[in-house]
């Protein structure tokens, strides 16, 4: 199986520039976590529009709540929290065909040390917004 991403280093956290890590973009050097399978959507949702627009828009408005709740166990440092969150937020992904962002939160759900957790977690943070204006695009 051909490796999906490869690494990049850059500093990420803004507190602690002297600290390089990895952060890993798809192949080809384009941030393409906004790509959605459009073919999944039209086998799943056959061309219904109307559900379409409101199983997107649902995906929009919890995924606002899950950043805020992911954040917030970014703050309290609780790593189980921000896993279970990955978790959920891999599903909804998928289900909307946001496959690379779903990798993202994979990765989070299997991070072991908290650096893991901390850094999978800023990608999701960072690749968040790119996914949600790919997903209004569509609805729109």
């Known amino acids: 199986m ?17 600290e390089t890590t990895q952060i890993f973009l798809p192949r080809g050097g384009a941030v393409s976590v906004a790509m959605i399978d459009e073919q999944y959507l039209e086998d799943a949702f056959g061309g219904d529009v109307d ?31 921000a896993r279970g969150i990955a978790h959920t937020f891999k599903g909804s992904s998928r289900s909307i065909g946001a496959n690379e962002f779903a990798f993202y939160c994979e990765d989070l759900e299997k991070a072991k040390s908290w650096p893991e957790v901390e850094l999978a977690s800023q990608r999701i943070i960072l690749a968040l917004p790119e996914l949600l204006a790919a997903c209004r695009d569509l609805i729109s």
């Open 51 to 81: 559900f379409l627009q409101e199983v997107i828009g649902i995906y929009i408005t919890s995924s606002e709540s899950l950043i805020a709740d992911l954040k917030d166990a970014l703050t309290s440092q609780d790593a189980d929290r």
């Open 2 to 18: 051909a490796p999906r991403e490869e690494t990049l280093s850059s500093t990420i956290f803004a507190n602690r520039p002297s």
